[in-house]
């Protein structure tokens, strides 16, 4: 339900929701990296089998925090790759560097959306479906943060476009996408001109209603103690990183 939960502006806790599927999963196996695309209420994260059963406890540990911290119920499942491609759908993934210490997954085949959509489907989705009791729920949120302030347009306005090509040929959808984005580069400018978060108009967030998600969500089922804890521990570390960052370091 979060559409109903974006509507009454709570658009913060639904995005946090979906991060913290992804960390609760990645706490799992810190050892290699899973590819996963976030898509502001969800996320679909691409596991090894081998991490099946403790996956099924990390999903279920979200759900019941988006339940008892928002009252969101969180839809989350499990879609293997053989049956997206007994559909003729495919996941095919390539790593995007885009930085020396930051990679993202790219997605193409159609099997990403296909599983999505499986996991929503309330008759094709109920063989892929967890529910609680499947599994005991346990989730580290772990490395779940946000403590940024609101990040201003450089220029008045942020646009989100979302293009799907829908043919049949991945040649003629590759060549779409590189003509929509060039066309974007043409009216906006290249990447830098045109990316809506600048480092100079980055600043860390002081106030409680901002700091008040990564703290209930990172305390969630661990005491009142450890609550009040985390509670200085997340003022401690924003200060911290307001003074390293005026010094440039």
């Known amino acids: 339900n979060s559409t109903k939960a974006i509507e009454r502006g709570e658009y913060k806790e639904v995005n946090l929701i979906g991060a913290s599927t992804i960390i609760a999963i990645l706490n799992l196996k810190k050892s290699f990296s899973l590819p996963f695309i976030f898509g502001g209420d969800g996320a679909v994260i691409?596991?090894?089998?081998?991490?099946?059963?403790?996956?099924?406890?990390?999903l279920l540990g979200t759900q019941k925090m988006a339940h008892e911290i928002y009252g969101l119920e969180l839809r989350v499942g499990i879609v293997p790759l053989r049956f997206i491609r007994e559909k003729k759908m495919n996941v095919l993934?390539?790593?995007?560097?885009?930085?020396?210490?930051?990679?993202?997954?790219?997605?193409?085949?159609?099997?990403?959306?296909?599983?999505?959509?499986?996991?929503?489907?309330?008759?094709?989705?109920?063989?892929?479906?967890?529910?609680?009791?499947?599994?005991?729920?346990?989730?580290d949120f772990s490395g779940l943060e946000c403590r940024w302030n609101n990040v201003p347009s450089a220029h008045g306005?942020?646009?989100?476009?979302?293009?799907?090509?829908?043919?049949?040929?991945?040649?003629?959808?590759?060549?779409?996408?590189?003509?929509v984005i060039e066309q974007i580069e043409r009216i906006y400018g290249n990447d830098a001109a045109c990316h809506p978060v600048r480092e100079k108009d980055l600043s860390m967030s002081l106030n409680g209603k901002s700091l008040s998600g990564e703290s209930r969500i990172r305390s969630f089922s661990k005491g009142t103690l450890y609550r009040i804890y985390y509670w200085f521990?997340?003022?401690?570390?924003?200060?911290l990183g307001k003074y390293l960052m005026l010094q440039k370091i």
């Open 46 to 58: 691409c596991i090894p089998e081998s991490l099946l059963d403790e996956t099924r406890q990390a």
């Open 93 to 139: 993934v390539a790593r995007c560097r885009l930085s020396e210490t930051v990679d993202q997954a790219a997605f193409r085949g159609g099997g990403l959306q296909f599983a999505e959509e499986c996991i929503k489907d309330g008759i094709e989705g109920s063989q892929f479906k967890l529910h609680q009791g499947d599994a005991e729920p346990i989730a």
């Open 157 to 179: 306005e942020i646009n989100t476009l979302i293009v799907q090509a829908v043919t049949q040929s991945e040649t003629v959808n590759n060549a779409i996408y590189r003509e």
């Open 233 to 239: 521990k997340i003022r401690y570390g924003v200060m």
